[in-house]
């Protein structure tokens, strides 16, 4: 989804705070709901790990978009490109080095 974030900002469309906002509405249903239905399917979920990811995720998505949505925080769109980039690069590390003891 990254990748669609700097596509959309390559082209102009939109601001950076509208297009995080579009991608994250792009996530909530469609992508979510069918994956789930395949490992649902072959009862592949941990539930109980579901519900303490889920409502990590929520909290976190909540009050990150405080942060970047109201304007008395004031957070640049350049800031906001370097927090994006810089959780992305963390992330991009973690699989390397998950992908190297597996």
């Known amino acids: 989804m990254g990748f669609l974030l700097l596509i959309l900002e390559y082209l102009g469309m939109g601001d ?3 297009n995080l906002g579009a991608i994250a509405f792009l996530n909530l249903f469609p992508i979510s709901l069918g994956s789930f ?3 649902y399917k072959t009862n592949n979920v941990n539930y109980s790990m579901g519900i303490v990811l889920l409502l990590s995720i929520i ?3 909540y009050f990150g978009s405080i942060v970047i949505v109201y304007k ?3 957070i640049s769109k350049k800031t906001v490109q ?3 980039s810089f959780l992305g690069f963390l992330i991009g590390i973690g699989f390397l080095i998950a992908a190297q003891y597996n």
């Open 82 to 84: 370097y927090i994006t």
């Open 72 to 74: 008395h925080y004031e």
């Open 37 to 39: 239905w395949n490992f």
């Open 16 to 18: 950076y705070k509208s």
């Open 59 to 61: 909290t976190g998505a």
